[in-house]
């Protein structure tokens, strides 16, 4: 099993920053691929960004594209999602995933193996 569990969330004005950081634990062999996705209420969960775990290849969402940089820290087991400008449509639940596999879409959340419980991100106007 892999835990997965985020911090750094919170509230913020519109236009600031924030970083979210996903700290995973227990049997992280094999684990090839990390993301965020977010979720607000009546709305499907969506993908934020995702990083590979062995070239660091890393992908985004158009919604972030430019705003928003995923990153990880292979010695502390953690990935990082600095998100900058923030708009008040970034206002959701904010959640990390692992992928233990090879293939399919990246911004499918039924891809992934693993999630963590999520964090709040609220971006005031």
């Known amino acids: 099993q892999v835990q997965l569990v985020e911090s750094g969330g919170g509230s913020v004005q519109a236009g600031g920053s924030l970083r979210l950081s996903c700290a995973t634990s227990g049997y992280t062999n094999g684990i090839t691929a990390m993301a965020w996705f977010r979720q607000t209420p009546g709305r499907e969960r969506e993908g934020v960004a995702r990083?590979?775990?062995?070239?660091?290849?890393?992908y985004y969402a158009d919604s972030g594209e430019g705003r928003f940089t995923i990153s990880q820290d292979n010695a502390k087991n953690t990935v990082f999602l600095k998100m900058d400008s923030l708009k008040t449509e970034g206002t959701a639940m904010y959640y990390c995933?692992?992928?233990?596999?090879?293939?399919?879409?990246?911004?499918?959340?039924?891809?992934?193996?693993?999630w963590g419980q999520g964090i709040q991100v609220t971006v005031s106007s």
């Open positions: 990083i590979n775990t062995g070239d660091s290849t890393k």
């Open positions: 995933a692992a992928y233990r596999g090879v293939g399919g879409a990246w911004y499918i959340r039924y891809n992934y193996n693993y």
